[in-house]
């Protein structure tokens, strides 16, 4: 797809309840072919001892867009589940509204890549990139 001259298309596809992401006010603001968009509310509960966003939070943002982006490109029984994230923190959040973008940067038959990167404002406060691994629960390899 050219970025440049079509933009994104929106996928329609139900995403399954998520009571984790409802504690902690995460927002899935788009799904898109090969990507999401993810948001959340930086709040007084969701911070440190020091004042700061706890990471986890921020980790859980990259984790769940990834999710996100993956699952409208998965068949029919098909789920995914993380198999590693590699997480770089480049400033403190203390505030604000923080944004996530998620691509999908390859996708095999079992596992696919991706990247997220997370914003304050339009400042990049962290990034992402996770492997995830893509089957079908009780289907047995053969």
């Known amino acids: 797809m050219d970025t ?16 984790f992401a409802e ?4 927002r899935m603001d788009g799904h898109f072919v090969d990507a999401s968009d993810c948001s959340l509310e ?3 509960h969701l911070l ?4 700061v966003l706890h990471g986890a939070v921020l980790y859980a943002l990259a984790d769940t867009g990834m999710g996100g982006a993956l699952m409208p490109n998965l068949d029919k029984g098909q789920i995914c589940a993380t198999i590693e994230i590699k997480f770089n ?3 403190a959040v203390r505030g ?11 996708r ?19 990034s992402a990139n996770g492997t995830y691994a893509i089957f079908t629960p009780g289907a047995r390899k053969s």
């Open 4 to 19: 440049e001259t079509e933009p994104p298309k929106s996928v329609d596809h139900v995403i399954p309840s998520h009571p």
């Open 23 to 26: 504690l902690i006010g995460l």
């Open 42 to 44: 930086v709040l007084p």
């Open 48 to 51: 440190n001892p020091h004042g």
């Open 89 to 91: 923190y480049y400033q």
């Open 96 to 106: 604000g509204t923080l944004r996530c973008h998620t691509t999908i940067l390859n």
């Open 108 to 126: 095999g038959k079992s596992v696919a890549n991706m990247e997220s990167r997370l914003y304050v404002e339009d400042k990049l406060v962290a």
